[in-house]
């Protein structure tokens, strides 16, 4: 549109006096050429300008300006409201992510409800610390409460509810703290399950201990009486072989007395016999391990004593002849019932060891000596306890001569048992053999016994 232009004069029809009395100064024929061509007039003046022909191009300029400038004002615009959809659709993006997460923690909150569950019913008295199954169902709650709960909307942009950065704003930030809840709420029920399960796990590992200690406590106890029946068994046998300690060693010192054994040494046997009685006096609570071990030691001492000291006096008195052998002379093989160690002639006893080395091979256990050398005063301590009619008369028996050996009954020598028919036949190829007299029907019968004859 024009800007400011002034509009011409109105044209209407000429004046004739006007004219008239305004004639024109000359024409354009009648003036020279050089004023023409200077454009002035055939009075001399200079020709106006012909500004009606100029203002047409002036108004196009101005109007295609004024157009230039709404265009670049409008396209600057459009590309202002491109540029905040743009960053309105960025930040949309970035909501939407953190709705997606939220939903996805949200999700995941029912299967964590569901273990919470199966945790809280497995737990139940079975937690050293009550409190954090409490907890748990707090959480429980909590997320149950959650679960249902329905994210934030989120409107496309250039909606009436995102038209705006302030919108985005507040729509951002009711997201991110929605998602948060839901992610914070998962991961303290998670922990609420861990406490749980931890406390559970101390409580099963207090149960093995105590079990583990009951048990141990049950093994100790199992072992002290285990002890306690073995040391009486020992207590019993060490008794009883005290006993016979005593009694024998009376008749050690009476023999050794008449055949002129030394004082000094029947008073060392009396003084260890005397302590051997003492020992057997002493009382001792059975139902204690400490007090039964401490008089079996007391009493294996003392009857230990006792037979060292008897073979110490039978030693004065040896003369090489029956029941009077020189011990030192003599190969032991093994110890007896009554826990006095057995003798035999070493030659006698070479032949023992073969026959047992063939005998374990056969049966699977070794050929024991209950009894073999009987000293004299042995002797007639058998003679008082079985008399004359089931022992030889004392320094008449080959005992006595360190060439017999009586075998222990319980380890199958009796008659028609195989240990027994085993001994019997295969002994003579060593030089031991079972006498006429007590094979069965020869007298005496003792399948026991048995003789060296070289």
Known sequence: MPLNAEPPAPVGPLDPTTVASNPPQGTAAEMPDEARHRGMTPGGDRAPSDGGSMRPLVVFLVAAAVALVVSIVFALVHVGNERERAQLADARAD????????????????????????????????????????????????AKELGAMRPPAIPEPGSAALGATEDIDALEAEATEWATTMRTTATTLVAAIEDVQASNRQWQQARKD?????????????????????????????????????????????????????????????????????????????????????????????????????????????????????????????????????????????????????????????????????????????????GSGQVAAPGTSNHGLALAVDVPVDDGFRFGQPEYAWLAANGPEVGWHHPEWARAGGGREEPWHFEYGG
């Open 95 to 142: 909501v939407v992510q953190a709705v997606d997460e939220g939903r996805a923690a949200q999700e995941g909150l029912a299967q964590q409800i569901a273990t919470a569950e199966q945790v809280l019913a497995a737990s139940n008295g079975k937690v050293v610390d009550a409190a954090v199954r409490v907890d748990l169902v707090a959480h429980i709650a909590a």
């Open 210 to 386: 105590a079990k583990a200690k009951a048990t141990a406590a049950a093994e100790r106890t199992k072992k002290a009486a285990a002890q306690l029946k073995t040391a009486k068994a020992t207590l019993t046998a060490v008794t009883a072989q005290l006993k016979i300690s005593v009694r024998d060693s009376g008749y050690t010192l009476s023999w050794t007395a008449e055949a002129g054994a030394p004082a000094a040494v029947r008073k060392v046997l009396t003084t260890h016999r005397a302590e051997g009685q003492a020992a057997l006096a002493v009382g001792t609570n059975q139902n204690d391990l400490r007090s039964v071990q401490a008089v079996v030691q007391r009493r294996e001492a003392a009857r230990a004593a006792i037979e060292a000291a008897a073979w110490e006096a039978r030693a004065t008195v040896a003369d090489g002849s029956n029941g009077r052998l020189d011990v030192d002379k003599l190969c032991k093989v093994g110890v007896g019932p009554e826990g006095q160690d057995q003798y035999l002639r070493c030659d006698a006893a070479e032949a023992w060891k073969k026959l047992g080395a063939r005998f374990k091979a056969e049966f699977g256990k070794p050929l024991r000596v209950e009894y073999g050398y009987r000293p004299y005063d042995w002797q007639l301590q058998a003679l008082d306890e079985f």
